[in-house]
């Protein structure tokens, strides 16, 4: 597959009792990176694809998980992904030292995000 899905990510209204609960459903392990509002989770899942968890930026919205899929271009991505019809929900933006992430809703109203690694 040329665009895998490789992180998936919860934003929850409850940090604390989302990682309660998850990692004693499966046993995850978490890794914390401070956040400006707040931390951010990094899942420890070992094998397959990884996550994160972090307090939903809006305190009104559901919590939902977020799948992302790795792109080559995330600019060229977005931009296609504009032009057939998506909502750029968080245009391009870069994520630390580690690459850049992009959040569309499609035309039926999902959301999906896009994620380009950082090239060592």
Request: glycine share 16%; aromatic share 8%.
């Given at each position: 597959m040329s665009n895998p899905f490789v992180h998936v990510e919860l934003n929850t209204t409850d940090l604390p009792k989302a990682k309660a609960f998850y990692g004693e459903l499966f046993d995850w392990k978490f890794e914390s990176y401070p956040m400006?509002?707040?931390?951010?989770?990094?899942?420890?899942?070992?094998?397959?694809?990884?996550?994160?968890?972090?307090?939903h930026p809006s305190p009104?919205?559901?919590?939902?998980?977020?799948?992302?899929?790795?792109?080559?271009?995330?600019?060229a991505a977005?931009?296609?992904?504009?032009?057939?019809?998506?909502?750029?929900?968080?245009?391009?933006m870069e994520v630390g030292g580690a690459g850049w992430l992009s959040i569309i809703s499609d035309p039926t109203g999902a959301m999906l995000g896009f994620w380009k690694a950082k090239s060592n």
């Open positions: 400006e509002n707040g931390e951010y989770l990094l899942l420890k899942v070992g094998e397959g694809t990884g996550g994160g968890m972090m307090q009104e919205g559901p919590s939902f998980w977020l799948a992302y899929v790795l792109v080559d271009d995330i600019e977005t931009a296609k992904a504009k032009s057939l019809g998506a909502t750029i929900i968080k245009d391009v």
